[in-house]
C-alpha cells in the first residue's frame, strides 16, 4: 500500500485549482467531476487518457489558488495515484491527503520523462526508474496513517471506535 | 518558542513544540460557509458520530450568497439549516455578515487559541492574535467530530514594523507591499508573526486587513504578536511603515503590485469596498470622507457591501449610508457580495474594476477579461469619483 507505480504526467510551476477543475465544473456532481480533471490545463484531454495509478509530476506551488476540495477528488476519481511536486499550495496539499490522495515532495520534473513508468514508495521517498533511483521527501508517519486509512474521514472513523474500545 | 508555536504547545498540552513535529491540537472554533459547509456536513454525516464536539463551538454562517441567487445555492442553505437544528450548533442566515467579520464580533476567541474555518481567508482572525488555520471541508467535518487538528509546526517568519504610516495609507497598502516582496508563493506553509513597535497604530481592523492575505502569499498561519521581537523565528524582515505609499494589485495576480502613483490613466467602471479584507467600520469611514463633498463619477457603478451587519447598522446611526447613496453609490446587503463572482456585480471584458477585495484572477468577479485592481478603501473611493485610477489624498487635499 506504500508503493505505488505508474506512468508519469509531467507539468509546470503554479498548476492553479482552475486548471485542476476549471470553474465551469464545479457545479456539476461530485461523481462527474473525473470528466473535468486538468481540463483547464496544457493537457485539456487529460481525463480520457489517463489510466488508473498515473503520476503527476510538478513544479512548484502545484494547486494554488482556491480551497475547494472538488479539485483533487476530480483527480483521485479520474485514477490518478498520488502528485509529486517541488512545493504544492497548503490547502490543496491537505486536501489531497484528506481524501487519501498520496501528494509528495521532490524536485524530479526535469529528471523525469512524460509517460515513463515510476514506482514510488512512500515510506522511503525513493523514487525507483528504468535507470535508477531519486529521492523525494518521504511522507511523515502522520500523513501516511490517513493515507493507509483511506483519507481522513476513515481515519477518524478508526480512532473513534479505537478509544470507544478501549474505554469498553 | 516564540508566539506561534507557544500557542500551538498550548493547544496540544504540550510543553515546547519543535519546527517540523506533528502535534494534535485543541480546536477553540469551528466555522464553515454556505459554499463550504455542504461538504463538509456531508462527510461528517459519513463519519457516523451522533455529536459534534462542543455545539457551542460549532459555526455555520451563510454569506456567499445570500439572498440565494440560484437553486443550488438555497439548497446549500437548506442543507446547512437542516444540519443546525439537528446538531445544535449556530447558524447565521439572514445576512447578519461575512464569516470571518462575523466571529470577531460575536464568537471573538483570545490570542493564542485555535480557530479552525473551511475558507481560505480564516486566517483574517490573526488580526487579533488567533492562530487561524484555514482548511477543506473533510478537515473540517473531522474538527467538527473530534475538536482537534492534526497539524505540523510552521517555521514562523517575523514582520518587524516600525516607523509611522503617512496620511492615507493603511493597512491594505502594508499587505500589498508585502505581497510585493513575497509573491504568491513566499510564505508556503510558514507562519507570519507581525510585530514591532509600528503595530501600535492600527487598530484591530487593519490588522485583521493585514492577516487576511496572508493566505495569498501561501501563509499557512498569519497573526499579530506583540511588540517585542519574537525569540525562535526562522527569520525576522524589518519593515518601515514610513516608506509604504498607496499600492495596487494589477491585473491578474494580488502580487503583480505597483504604487498607485505610477499606474498612469486608468478610466475605472465598477468600484467595490466590502469584503472580509476591507468591509468594517473604519474602511466605510474612508469611502464616507470623499463621498460627502463629492459625487460618484457617472460612469462608475459604486459598489458598497458592509462586512457585516454590525458595521452596516454603525453606518445607519452615523448617517453614512444616505450619504453615500445620495453620492450615487449603492449599499448591498452585508456578506461576500460580488468577492468571488457569484453575484451582485459581475465584470465582462469591458470593466475595469478597483476592488478593496483580496483575489484578482481572471474570473474572479465575473468575465475572465474584466480587469480587476486591488486597492484600499481611500484609493478605491477616490477612483470612484475621478473615474480612473487615483492617489488617494488628490481630492481630499483639494478640498482640504
Ligand atoms: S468576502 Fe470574499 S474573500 Fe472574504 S470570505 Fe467572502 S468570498 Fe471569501
Known amino acids: 500500500m506504500d508503493k505505488l507505480q505508474g506512468r508519469v504526467w509531467i507539468f509546470d510551476d503554479n498548476v492553479d485549482t482552475d486548471q485542476i477543475l476549471p470553474g465551469y465544473a464545479m457545479a456539476e456532481d461530485a461523481s462527474k467531476l473525473a470528466a473535468f480533471a486538468m481540463a483547464g490545463s496544457k493537457v485539456a484531454d487529460f481525463a480520457k487518457q489517463v489510466q488508473a495509478g498515473d503520476i503527476i509530476v510538478a513544479g512548484k506551488n502545484f494547486g494554488c489558488g482556491s480551497s475547494r476540495e472538488q479539485a483533487p477528488v476530480a483527480l483521485k476519481s479520474a485514477g490518478v495515484g498520488m502528485i509529486i511536486a517541488n512545493s504544492f499550495a497548503r490547502i490543496f496539499r491537505r486536501n489531497s491527503i484528506n481524501i487519501g490522495l498520496p501528494v509528495m515532495l521532490a524536485d524530479v520534473g526535469a529528471k523525469l520523462q512524460n509517460g515513463e513508468v515510476v514506482s514510488v514508495d512512500l515510506e522511503t521517498g525513493e523514487i525507483h526508474t528504468a535507470t535508477g533511483v531519486l529521492n523525494g521527501q518521504p511522507l511523515s508517519e502522520n500523513v501516511l496513517a490517513t493515507i493507509r486509512a483511506g483519507g481522513l474521514i476513515n481515519r477518524v472513523r478508526q480512532e473513534l471506535n479505537i478509544s470507544s474500545g478501549r474505554k469498553s | 518558542m516564540n508566539f506561534v ?52 463551538k460549532v459555526v455555520l454562517v451563510i454569506d456567499h450568497i445570500f439572498p440565494a441567487a440560484t437553486v443550488q445555492a438555497r439548497t446549500s442553505h437548506w442543507i446547512m439549516k437542516d444540519f443546525a437544528a439537528k446538531y445544535g450548533v449556530t447558524l447565521y442566515s439572514k445576512s447578519e455578515g461575512v464569516c470571518h467579520q462575523l466571529i470577531s464580533e460575536r464568537h471573538r476567541l483570545q490570542p493564542g487559541q485555535i480557530l479552525v474555518g473551511a475558507d481560505s481567508h480564516t486566517c483574517t482572525a490573526g488580526g487579533y492574535g488567533v492562530i487561524a488555520i484555514p482548511v477543506g471541508s473533510t478537515e473540517l467535518a473531522a474538527a467538527m467530530a473530534t475538536g482537534t487538528i492534526d497539524l505540523e509546526v510552521p517555521e514562523t517568519i517575523e514582520v518587524f514594523m516600525t516607523g509611522e504610516l503617512r496620511p492615507y495609507v493603511s493597512g491594505k497598502d502594508i499587505v500589498l507591499s508585502l505581497m510585493r516582496q513575497f509573491g504568491v508563493d513566499g510564505l508556503t506553509d510558514k507562519a507570519v508573526l507581525f510585530t514591532g513597535p509600528g503595530i501600535a497604530q492600527l487598530p484591530v481592523e487593519e490588522r485583521m486587513t493585514v492577516c487576511n492575505m496572508g493566505i495569498e502569499m501561501g501563509a499557512m498561519i498569519a497573526c499579530f504578536g506583540g511588540e517585542a521581537k519574537e525569540e525562535g523565528v526562522a527569520a525576522s524582515i524589518p519593515l518601515d511603515l514610513t516608506q509604504i505609499e498607496p499600492m495596487a494589485a494589477c491585473p491578474f495576480s494580488p502580487a503583480n503590485v505597483r504604487p498607485v502613483a505610477e499606474l498612469g490613466d486608468i478610466a475605472v467602471t465598477q468600484v467595490v469596498v466590502g469584503s472580509c479584507t476591507n468591509g468594517r467600520l473604519n474602511d466605510m469611514e474612508k469611502v464616507v470622507n ?39 453609490a449603492v449599499v448591498a446587503n452585508p456578506g461576500c457580495g460580488p468577492c468571488f463572482g457569484a453575484h451582485q456585480g459581475l465584470g465582462t471584458e469591458r470593466d475595469t474594476i478597483v476592488t478593496t477585495t483580496n483575489r484578482n484572477f481572471p474570473g474572479r468577479m465575473g468575465h475572465r477579461a474584466a480587469k480587476l485592481y486591488l486597492a484600499s478603501p481611500a484609493t478605491a473611493a477616490e477612483s470612484a469619483v475621478v473615474g480612473k485610477i487615483t492617489t488617494p489624498g488628490t481630492l481630499q487635499r483639494e478640498v482640504g
Request: glycine fraction near 6%.
Open chain 2, 290 to 328: 470623499v463621498l460627502r463633498s463629492h459625487k460618484v463619477h457617472p460612469d462608475v457603478n459604486c459598489l458598497i457591501i458592509p462586512a457585516s451587519k454590525q458595521v452596516l447598522d454603525a453606518m445607519e446611526e452615523r448617517g453614512w449610508t444616505k450619504i453615500l447613496r445620495d453620492a450615487g
Open chain 2, 5 to 56: 508555536e507557544r500557542s500551538l504547545a498550548e493547544a496540544a498540552g504540550l510543553l515546547t513544540v519543535t519546527v517540523g513535529q506533528d502535534v494534535r491540537c485543541r480546536v477553540d472554533l469551528a466555522l464553515s460557509h454556505d459554499v463550504t459547509a455542504p461538504i463538509a456536513i456531508q462527510q461528517f454525516e459519513q463519519i457516523g458520530v451522533d455529536r459534534v464536539f462542543d455545539p457551542a
